[in-house]
């Protein structure tokens, strides 16, 4: 039998290689990117560019965009399967940390409506990115640091 301690999870798999977290940060600034575009920005080959693309594909966090044509073949972070999945995943521990939660545990919510013009979701999403990059993969600050969630969700209201 195997053991699955020794297997990396896909955070690792992506975080391992610089490459891949480029692409990824470049996806999330501009939403999408091909592997001829991530080449231009990235100094990086286009046959390098595609081959992290596909693998990244294969571990789950992205996916081509749907009605591409030719050899053209934007990609985008993987969409409303992965999310509904990410959901339940996060409503379920929240669910089981709230059952057990004592007075001493910390926690906080925190929400606001805000106005934003066109991309600026998009660049939301990438500060947002960068300030938890300084946490994740971190080594801990103390011998008493915990594994947090950490719940960001982003949407536009649309008016009924």
């Not at 560019?49 to 934007?74: N, W, Y």
């Not at 089981?96 to 409506?113: G, H, I, N, P, R």
């Not at 990059?133 to 915990?146: I, K, L, N």
Request: glycine share 4%.
């Amino acid at each position: 039998m195997a053991d699955h301690r020794s297997t990396p999870n896909r955070r690792d798999v992506v975080r391992a290689h610089p490459l891949r977290e480029a692409l990824l940060e470049l996806i999330d600034r501009d939403g999408t990117t091909t592997s001829t575009i991530a080449a231009r920005e990235l100094g990086e080959s286009t046959g390098s560019c595609s081959f992290h693309l596909r693998r990244l594909e294969a571990l789950g966090v992205i996916e081509a965009v749907p009605g591409s044509v030719g050899r053209v073949k934007p990609w985008r972070r993987m969409r409303v399967e992965q999310a509904t999945l990410n959901r339940e995943l996060e409503d379920t521990a929240y669910a089981s940390w709230l059952a057990a939660k004592t007075s001493d545990d910390e926690d906080f919510a925190f929400s606001e409506v805000v106005t934003l013009a066109d991309g600026e979701l998009a660049e939301l999403r990438a500060r947002l990115h960068r300030v938890l990059r300084d946490f994740v993969g971190s080594e801990p600050r103390s011998d008493a640091a915990t594994p947090t969630a950490v719940i960001i969700r982003a949407f536009p209201l649309r008016e009924e």
